[in-house]
């Protein structure tokens, strides 16, 4: 039985096959602004998107995620806490039950309906998967969703779910630029982590954004439409954030941007 996000496969099962997951820089984390040290050293981070790199969009049966093309620099990542050029690979979501839970960080114990992970990986390797198991192998920028007004950047990816409702499905989704998915204010706090869902590797430069995006309570309805089960299973509705027990809320030294 593979990984999820149930009592019998999810977050406090996933340390039987993945012992890292009582390591020492696990996310996600509890981010408690008052205990950040802001740090002058780093600098504002340097995005550049091409909507040409955008491919696809699919349902891998623990999220929805849309790949990029990743044989070029065009869709990148540089500057802030990160040194040298690291590539956009994918982005996907976290999210909840209900409105009130889904994101994975959470910040000073607050949680947001749901949190966008920008995946990108360090081009002194050769690939995203010999970069991914590499201590600065990976920087993922995450964007938090606060309920808000209809987002009409997100509504274009909610309008590919119908066609990818179960676990498997992809189709291609182009021209697709994610930088509209971004916060128009780019401060941050960041810290070195994990992957937050397995093989749970400790290989990521995180770099959390303060300022939310919105999105509709209809708008986050329709991320729980979508399935963990594939086509003729069960319908098993998605809900995707790995969130420890409260005690388990780590909160760890973080480094602020601003
Ligand atoms: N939630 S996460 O840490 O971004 N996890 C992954 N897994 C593969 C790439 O990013
Ligand atoms: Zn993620």
Same mark, same amino acid.
């Given at each position: 039985?593979?990984?999820?996000?149930?009592? &019998? &496969?999810?977050?406090?099962?996933?340390?039987?096959?993945?012992?890292?997951?009582?390591?020492?820089?696990? +996310?996600?984390?509890?981010?408690?602004?008052?205990?950040? +040290?802001?740090?002058?050293? /780093?600098?504002?981070?340097?995005?550049? $998107?091409?909507? =040409?790199?955008?491919?696809?969009?699919?349902?891998?049966?623990? +999220?929805?995620?849309?790949?990029?093309?990743?044989?070029?620099?065009? =869709?990148?990542?540089?500057?802030?806490?990160? +040194?040298?050029?690291?590539?956009?690979?994918?982005?996907?979501?976290?999210?909840?039950?209900?409105?009130?839970?889904?994101?994975?960080?959470?910040?000073?114990?607050?949680?947001?309906?749901?949190?966008?992970?920008?995946?990108?990986? %360090? @081009?002194? $390797?050769?690939?995203?998967?010999?970069?991914?198991?590499?201590?600065?192998? /990976?920087?993922?920028?995450?964007?938090?969703?606060?309920?808000?007004?209809?987002?009409? %950047?997100?509504? *274009?990816? /909610?309008?590919?779910?119908?066609?990818?409702?179960?676990?498997? *499905?992809?189709? =291609?989704?182009?021209?697709?630029?994610?930088? @509209?998915?971004?916060?128009?204010?780019?401060? !941050?706090?960041? $810290?070195?982590?994990? /992957?937050?869902?397995?093989?749970? !590797?400790?290989?990521? @430069?995180?770099?959390?954004?303060?300022?939310?995006?919105?999105?509709?309570?209809?708008?986050?309805?329709?991320?729980?439409?979508?399935?963990?089960?594939?086509?003729?299973?069960?319908?098993?509705?998605?809900?995707?954030?790995?969130?420890? %027990?409260?005690?388990?809320?780590?909160?760890?030294?973080?480094? =602020?941007?601003?």
């Amino acid at each position: 039985m593979s990984w999820g996000y149930k009592p &019998n &496969n999810g977050p406090q099962k996933w340390v039987e096959n993945f012992p890292i997951a009582d390591g020492v820089r696990q +996310s996600p984390i509890d981010i408690v602004p008052g205990q950040a +040290s802001y740090d002058a050293g /780093l600098k504002p981070l340097d995005l550049k $998107y091409d909507p =040409s790199t955008c491919l696809d969009i699919l349902n891998n049966g623990h +999220s929805v995620q849309v790949t990029f093309a990743d044989d070029t620099d065009s =869709s990148r990542l540089t500057d802030g806490p990160i +040194s040298g050029l690291y590539r956009l690979k994918q982005f996907h979501f976290h999210w909840g039950a209900s409105d009130d839970k889904g994101s994975e960080h959470t910040v000073a114990g607050t949680k947001y309906p749901a949190e966008l992970h920008l995946v990108h990986w %360090n @081009t002194k $390797y050769a690939s995203f998967s010999e970069a991914a198991s590499k201590p600065d192998g /990976l920087a993922v920028v995450g964007v938090f969703l606060k309920i808000g007004g209809e987002n009409p %950047n997100l509504q *274009k990816l /909610l309008d590919a779910f119908d066609t990818i409702k179960s676990k498997g *499905k992809q189709t =291609s989704f182009a021209n697709f630029d994610p930088s @509209t998915l971004l916060p128009g204010c780019l401060d !941050y706090w960041t $810290y070195d982590g994990s /992957l937050t869902t397995p093989p749970l !590797y400790e290989s990521v @430069t995180w770099i959390v954004c303060k300022e939310p995006i919105t999105a509709s309570s209809g708008q986050m309805a329709k991320f729980r439409t979508l399935l963990f089960s594939a086509d003729g299973a069960a319908p098993d509705c998605m809900k995707t954030a790995r969130v420890k %027990n409260e005690d388990e809320l780590l909160s760890k030294w973080c480094s =602020s941007s601003s």
